[in-house]
């Protein structure tokens, strides 16, 4: 299995970042398609605005929103079919907006992901 990596979005693309995939469901403020160069805008396999809103990045939340999260993935297999597709094609690279980098829907995709192509 080839690298998935998280990257805030506002961060300067880099060639090594691989296939870059955008995993907000809405667009990053103050950013042009120039500016953010995301090979794929995948607004499905951001988490539902009533779990990303009740999750506010409350880092004492972080347990059960990677459950509630991964719940929502778990009903969307094309979402996740078509990112595993493109993990064994490139490095992906998921691109995010929030400010914390630790805890946010990339990082828990990222697991998620991981965890989905150990199967």
């Known amino acids: 299995m080839r690298d998935i990596r998280t990257k805030r979005v506002y961060e300067a693309p880099d060639p090594n970042d691989g296939f870059r995939v955008l995993v907000d469901r809405v667009w990053p403020r103050g950013m042009t398609k120039e500016q953010v160069q995301v090979d794929l805008w995948l607004k499905d396999a951001a988490p539902s605005t009533a779990l990303r809103k009740w999750f506010g990045h409350d ?53 998620y992901l991981i965890m989905q192509s150990e199967k």
């Open 59 to 111: 880092r004492s939340r972080w347990e059960k929103f990677k459950h509630c999260y991964y719940s929502e993935l778990d009903a969307k297999p094309e979402v996740v079919a078509r990112l595993l597709e493109e993990v064994g094609r490139y490095r992906l690279t998921l691109l995010y907006s929030a400010r914390d980098s630790e805890y946010n829907q990339a990082v828990a995709l990222r697991e």
